[in-house]
């Protein structure tokens, strides 16, 4: 069977970040129209399925590599600033977080240390702030 499945897909593209991003947005669409009784979430979410494994089974390796960079390009911004927002309130107990007034860097400082001057590693700009 393993061997059967693996001359199957042999030139095939494979799955890849634009693959389970639509499987993923494909399932919670589904859990939407389920809770809401709107069929229209329902229909997209089959349809991003649908895509999602005629990309899988694509031959076209090229195309399918380029959909996927390019999907990367707009979804690692969207991405680094979830996971960032996380990392901060993971060490909101430990870190004061500010923003450089020149070049707008999140600039983290531990907490409790009163008024320090702070460097931006950035741009270089000091400011003095209470922690």
């Known amino acids: 069977?393993?061997?059967?499945?693996?001359?199957?897909?042999?030139?095939?593209?494979?799955?890849?970040?634009?693959?389970?991003?639509?499987?993923?947005?494909?399932?919670?669409?589904?859990?939407?129209?389920?809770?809401?009784?709107?069929?229209?979430?329902?229909?997209?979410?089959?349809?991003?399925?649908?895509?999602?494994?005629?990309?899988?089974?694509?031959?076209?390796?090229?195309a399918r590599r380029r959909e996927n960079d390019r999907f990367i390009k707009i979804w690692w911004p969207i991405r680094s600033k979830i996971t960032g927002k996380f990392h901060q309130l993971k060490d909101i107990r430990k870190f004061v977080y500010f923003k450089c007034p020149a070049c707008h860097c999140t600039l983290r400082v531990p907490r409790g240390k009163g008024k320090i001057q702070i460097t931006c590693p950035k741009c270089?700009?000091?400011?003095?702030?209470?922690t």
């Open 1 to 62: 069977m393993r061997n059967w499945l693996q001359r199957f897909m042999t030139g095939r593209y494979g799955p890849d970040q634009l693959n389970m991003f639509m499987l993923i947005s494909a399932v919670i669409l589904s859990l939407v129209s389920s809770l809401t009784g709107l069929r229209v979430f329902s229909y997209i979410g089959t349809v991003l399925i649908v895509l999602c494994f005629l990309r899988l089974l694509s031959r076209n390796l090229y």
């Open 124 to 130: 270089g700009e000091r400011t003095t702030r209470k």
